[in-house]
Every structure is written in C-alpha cells, then in structure tokens.
C-alpha cells in the first residue's frame, strides 16, 4: 500500500499549501473590504498568522485536543482487557512495529475515531456505548477500521483538512462579526468617495460572496475527503480481519443507536466510523453528509464472498456502484485472500451477553475514573467511588469489613 501511503502525504501538503493560498486570499479581499487602502496587505497578515499558528497547534498537539474535547480518558489491560486484546490482535495482523494508545469515551452513543499525526503517537478511542453493544468479533472489525486509517496514513490529511475548516470558518465569522459591529458603515463611507470606484463594489460582493460559499465549499471537501477513506478503511479492516461480516453488523448497529455523540461537532465528525451528528440509518447520504451512505459500505462488506482482498473489495464496489472507480491502488489488486471460516465465529453472537458487556463497559468507565474495586468472598463486587473518605468498607451482602489500602 505504498502507494496509497505516497499519494496521502502528497494530499496533505497539496492541501495544506492549497488551502493556505486561499485563506491569504480570503484574507485580502476581507481585508479589503474593511480598508480598500491597507486593509489588503492587513487581511493577509492576519490570514497567514492564523494559519500558522493553527497548523503548528495542530500538528504538535492536535490529538490531544481532540482527545480532551472527545471526554476521552486513556486506558491499560487492566481496564478493559478485551479492548486492550483487540487492539494487539490487529496490530500483528497489520504486521506494524507500533502500538496505537486506547481511550475511551463515556458516551452510550456506539462510536470509534483514530487520531494522530505519525502512526508512532496514534491513538484509538472508542465509546463505551461501543463496547457495551458488540461482540468480540464485531469490535474487531472496527478496530481493524480504525487501525487501517493508521496505516493508511489518512488521519494527516484529515488533520490538516480539519484546520483548514477551521481557518476559514473563523475567518468568515470575524467578518460577519465585523459588519455587524459596524465594519459594514465603514466601508459604505469609504465607497462613497469618487476613488471607490466600481472596483470597491467589486470586492464587497466577492467578499460577501467568500464570507457565505467558503466554509461550505471547505465543508464539502472535508468531507468528500472522508467519504472516500471510509471505502478504503472498510476493504482494508476486511482484509485485516478476515471476517467482513462483523464489521458490517458492527455498522449496523452503530447506525442503528437511538443515541446520539454528545462530544462531536462538525470538525471532528469525519474522524468517527459513522457521522455521530447525522442519524443517516440505512438512508442514502446527501452531499454534506462526512460518510458514505450506512446501506452501501454494509452492502459491499456482505457482498465479500469470494475473498477479502483489496482486488475483491474493488470488484464488489464497482459493481454495486455500476461503474468503474478506482480506491485501491494498483499495488494491492494482485493478492488474494480468503474469507474466513464462519464456524465457530457466528456462534459469537448467541454467546454475547449485552448484560455482561455493558457492566463490562461501566466498569471500565468507573475505573478511569478513580473508582476503587473490591471483590468480596461472598462474590460481590464492591464499588467505592473516589470522594469515600472512610477507611473500612462493609459489604451489604454478607457484612464483612474490608480495609482500603
């Protein structure tokens, strides 16, 4: 997959400068608005300051932030021991030296994103809505996902696509800002004069114009930009996995979740395995939508029966979509790679005990957050919230005194 490696990196700074030598355009023309005679060097300045600052925080520390605005809380074995076993199964599959950190999210909306610059200091959050409605089996497959836009080296380009959103969209917010605290009076003074010309008018429409259509246009790149991965992650977690089943039931029932993701706005939506801000179900998507339609991805995934390589993948995407539209790249048509044995794997899905995996789930919730357990002898567990300030603990079971370390 070297090559789909290449072209991301290529991606991200073709739109990492692109976009940047749009914002300095947006920056003249707003700025021009404002002062038709210094207001355009002034508007760029500001452009490019914004943008650098923006991009640095973003790359040094952009999954931090991310992470933190998620909620999400990073977790060991010890926490949640499948999830941490999950995530090392997929690692050796991918055969990668790293190995991504695992937070999760205390959210009951089932939900996952991968974040990170360098696959070196990757990270994989998950919600404990997730973990408390999947199987083993199912869990892997988004996992696999996750792990595969890792690889893939996708989640740079997606970093970069989300400041740029960012950038603009703050940027025609300061104008609007502007005008109505009176930059739009300013200007009318200034175009009154013989100077002004029609060239002034000019620049209100054009800037008016950059102020409405710019965030929408860098939205609908963003997340045509998003649509596009999610195909790829899903031939290659697949792939991964060997079992397509599971990440299609895995899908949905993630689409299928009456709640909705109280952490995510419109920039970090993209980076989540199914938009949590639109409820698409099994409906097609629209085009402002950050994923490609539910139907379609789960259609493809139970279509894989021949094998699971990305030669497969490709096949069963053209003809669902009835034309030919390359995502894979040409490196990784040649192999060939079975689908796994479905004995022993659907029996998976009669053994699940939701019960026992959303107690599972709260547990480990419980435990990021500095919650003490006890395990009574009369097999009760005892849960001891971090204000307790008592030293013994009685069990309400049997009444045995436990001692708090």
């Known amino acids: 997959m070297w090559e789909l490696i290449q072209s991301n990196r290529r991606k991200s700074l ?13 920056g003249y023309v707003f700025g ?63 055969g990668v030296p790293y190995f991504p950190k695992i937070y999760i999210i205390d959210d009951p909306s089932p939900n996952a994103f991968a974040t990170g610059v360098k696959p070196e200091n990757s990270a994989i959050a998950v919600t404990s809505g ?66 002004s010309g029609q060239g002034q008018v000019i620049i209100m429409i054009l800037a008016m114009l950059l102020a409405v259509l710019g965030p929408i246009l860098a939205q609908l790149f963003y997340f045509a930009i998003s649509r596009k991965r999610e195909y790829l992650a899903d031939a ?19 689409a299928n979740s009456s709640h909705k993701l109280r952490s995510a706005n419109k920039v970090t939506a993209p980076m989540y395995i199914v938009n949590p801000l639109k409820r698409e179900g099994m409906k097609l998507a629209d085009l402002t939508s950050t994923h490609p ?6 259609k493809i995934l139970r279509s894989l029966q021949q094998g699971v390589s990305y030669k497969d993948y490709q096949k069963v995407f053209e003809m669902i979509h009835g034309k030919k539209e390359k995502i894979i790249p040409d490196s990784a048509l040649k192999e060939s790679i079975p689908v796994a044995p479905v004995s022993g794997l659907a029996n998976e899905g009669i053994d699940f005990n939701p019960v026992e995996a959303k107690r599972e789930a709260n547990d480990a919730v419980m435990k990021l957050n500095d919650y003490k357990f006890i395990n009574c002898k009369c097999g009760v567990k005892i849960k ?6 008592n030293q013994i603990v009685v069990c309400p079971r049997c009444g045995t005194k436990h001692q708090l370390s």
């Open 14 to 26: 073709i739109l990492f400068f692109g976009m940047g030598a749009l914002l300095i355009f947006i």
């Open 32 to 94: 021009s608005f404002y002062d038709p005679e210094a207001g355009g060097a002034i508007g760029v300045l500001f452009a490019i300051i914004l943008w650098v600052i923006l991009s640095t925080v973003s790359y040094f520390a952009g999954s931090k932030i991310i992470l933190a605005v998620s909620g999400a809380k990073e977790v060991t074995k010890d926490v949640h021991p499948q999830l941490y076993n999950v995530v090392e199964e997929m690692k050796i599959a991918a």
């Open 130 to 195: 997730l973990l408390a409605t999947l199987n083993r089996y199912e869990l892997q497959g988004v996992v696999a996902h996750e792990m595969s836009h890792i690889i893939n080296r996708d989640i740079l380009l997606m970093t970069f696509a989300g400041v740029m959103l960012g950038v603009i969209t703050i940027m025609s917010d300061v104008f609007f800002r502007g005008m109505y605290f009176g930059g739009g009076s300013r200007y009318r003074s200034r175009s009154s004069s013989k100077s």
């Open 236 to 254: 290659s977690a697949a792939r991964l996995t060997r079992y397509p089943e599971g990440l299609a039931n895995a899908l949905e029932k993630i």
């Open 293 to 298: 339609p539910i139907s379609e991805r789960i």
């Open 384 to 389: 001891i919230p971090p204000e307790y300030n």
